[in-house]
């Protein structure tokens, strides 16, 4: 950029327009500077230390001064002369070792070699017989000092008045004029001399990420040691030095933060104008707006397909309809056709048999052809009939009696196929009524219960193992069936399993049963066993089913069993018929699993349990309302 297009910096604060500078007479004297032009613009560069300045003008103006004629002997003078009285005048380092032009770019190069020629020139021992104080040659010997200890240096540099603003927005088309300029600026502080800058606008994007990553970790080596509120060498005690330099310390970690802030908020800000980073976001919305959209089509077009096949399916099932209800329609038709044929062959099949034809069959055989004979039948009849009635009569009854013939047999073999069919399900209903009605022994019970605790609700086969268990005596079907059966009983009675001991007591020494009807809940009538120990002992040789009791004896394990397991011949004192009480275990099983088979709402209930239980109606009927009467005495005696 060329040096006069740049726009002047504002002066520095407390500027008056005036400046103290030295004429060539050697005397200080007060010089009016104007506030434009391209001295002031140095001035104001000199102080501020900033990085308006073109490197490469920079490097333009070393070239032409590497170029330039050597000067003459009277102008070394004169740079001399004037050297002396800036040197006489400042305390700036770099500018008593003639760097102001460079300053913080200085190099320890620049350092040494602008050390050494001054050295020479106001060394005592060099310029012996001159005038030179010993003065210039201390400020010059501290002004190295300083610039070689990295530390004063820094305070040094950092002391310079630097512009600390940022700017607030900026356009597309301006966007690098304005920020591009900053970056340079604070680049200045930063400890990595190779900071990427801004770029331009054809920078690719990774190099965009790359150099906003950089100066969010950006890193300052700027010193704010001049911003300290107390001097340590005016403290009084070690005491009062250690808290100056606490106080000091806290306000060089203030001033700190307010510049990592300043840096943090000129990258944020540069970022959200930056039309690379506008244009790759945009890119980015618009792709995921394009997969968003690609998505929403993908699903509208399988909704559409759905709906397509839907409307499809139903097209095809109103075919369907359509189709089924024309094949009705024909059927219906065809079915009328017949039955209008059927008619005139019966009325043409009854004029033929009518007096005064010479073949007069029975009339009711007539009407049994008539009405049992099909289409085709009666049409070969009457075609018979017309060809040989008048002339044949004997023939035409022949064909008459055979017609019937073959009807009645036709008859008698389907109802022998029925018959042999209901025989047939009656054989199979009373296979399984009879397997149904097998009494479960107490071992068997046993397993179950044990085989049901073994393998709990969720065991995969769970009752396939169950039946394998009991040996395969049971079918999976009645394992099933009794375990229900217990479950839906509300007063579960007690198994009891006998030791071997105690199975051989009790077949020799068995004592009486007796029931006794015991009112339930939730069924009509449920019946429990109990058993009483009789005085008297009768020896038996067969043991009971099932005994159950209110306590359960030491030795039993308890097992869930229907309240059905057991029924034997009821003793009451009131007076009953001898089918009430001439009932056999069997039946009373039957009995009670035809009451729940056939509620109350059943239509004629009593005729199908008589049939299931293989009694009479009256016998059932009876029989039930004994057991009611017991469960009603029950009941008032308790």
């Known amino acids: 950029m ?299 077009q399988k909704y559409e397909e759905i709906e397509r096949a839907a409307a499809a399916e139903r097209e095809r099932k109103e075919l369907e309809e359509k189709a089924r209800l024309e094949e009705l329609e024909r059927e219906k038709k065809e079915k009328a056709s017949r039955a209008n044929k059927l008619r005139k062959l019966r009325t043409e099949l009854r004029s033929y048999c009518k007096p005064p034809s010479k073949f007069n069959p029975p009339a009711d055989e007539v009407e049994t052809l008539c009405s049992k004979g099909t289409v085709e039948m009666l049409s070969g009849l009457t075609r018979a009939f017309k060809a040989m009635g008048e002339v044949d009569p004997v023939a035409a009854r022949a064909a008459f009696d055979e017609e019937l013939a073959n009807l009645r047999r036709s008859e008698s073999d389907q109802q022998q196929a029925r018959t042999a069919e209901l025989q047939r399900k009656e054989a199979e209903e009373q296979a399984a009524a009879a397997a149904a009605c097998k009494p479960w022994t107490e071992r068997e019970l046993a397993d179950l219960a044990a085989a049901i605790r073994r393998w709990p609700a969720g065991v995969n086969d769970r009752w396939q193992r169950v039946a394998e268990a009991l040996g395969n005596t049971r079918t999976v079907k009645e394992v099933i069936a009794r375990a229900k059966e217990t479950a839906n009983t509300p007063n579960k009675p007690q198994v009891q399993i006998l030791d071997a001991f105690d199975r051989f007591s009790q077949q020799k020494k068995v004592p009486k049963v007796e029931i006794k009807a015991v009112a339930s809940t939730s069924d009509e009538s449920e019946f429990v066993v109990q058993q009483q120990n009789a005085s008297a002992k009768a020896p038996s040789t067969s043991q009971p089913e099932a005994v159950t009791s209110p306590k359960p004896a030491p030795k039993a394990a308890s097992a869930a069993v229907a309240p059905s397991a057991v029924a034997a011949s009821p003793t009451a004192s009131t007076p009953a018929a001898a089918s009430v009480e001439d009932w056999t275990p069997e039946q009373q099983k039957l009995l009670e699993k035809g009451l729940q088979l056939y509620p109350a709402s059943a239509e004629e209930r009593w005729e199908k349990i008589a049939k299931h239980v293989g009694r009479t109606k009256k016998d059932c009927i009876a029989r039930y309302k004994f057991l009611v009467q017991q469960i009603k005495e029950k009941k008032a005696g308790a």
């Open 2 to 300: 060329h040096r006069g297009l740049k726009a002047l910096l504002a002066p520095p604060p407390g500027f008056e327009g005036a400046e103290l500078v030295a004429d060539l007479s050697g005397y200080p004297c007060q010089k009016q500077i104007e506030q434009a032009g391209e001295g002031y613009e140095q001035l104001i560069l000199r102080r501020s230390g900033h990085l308006h300045a073109d490197p490469v003008a920079d490097s333009d103006d070393v070239d032409e001064e590497k170029d330039a004629k050597p000067m003459t002997e009277e102008e070394l003078k004169f740079e001399a002369k004037r050297h002396k009285k800036r040197l006489e005048v400042s305390d700036d380092p770099y500018e008593i070792l003639n760097l102001g032009h460079l300053r913080f770019r200085a190099t320890d190069e620049d350092i040494k070699q602008a050390y050494r020629k001054l050295v020479l020139q106001y060394h005592p021992d060099k310029n012996e017989g001159k005038e030179m104080s010993d003065e210039l040659f201390k400020k010059i010997n501290k002004a190295n000092e300083d610039l070689t200890d990295p530390r004063k240096r820094r305070i040094i540099d950092s002391e310079e008045d630097f512009d600390d603003t940022i700017p607030e927005k900026a356009t597309a088309e301006n966007f690098f004029d304005v920020f591009g300029p900053v970056f340079e600026r604070f680049s200045k502080w930063s400890t990595d001399s190779k900071i990427p800058m801004l770029g331009n606008p054809f920078t690719p994007y990774p190099e965009v990420q790359k150099f906003y990553a950089a100066w969010l970790a950006f890193k300052s080596w700027r010193d704010f040691a001049f911003e300290d509120e107390f001097d340590l060498n005016e403290a009084e005690s070690r005491e009062e030095r250690r808290w100056m330099h606490v106080q000091n310390e806290r306000t060089r970690k203030k001033m700190k933060k307010q510049e990592a802030a300043t840096i943090r908020k000129l990258v944020e800000t540069a970022e959200s104008f930056d039309p690379r980073v506008r244009k790759f976001k945009q890119d980015a919305l618009d792709q995921r707006n394009a997969i968003k959209q690609a998505k929403k089509d993908a699903i509208k």
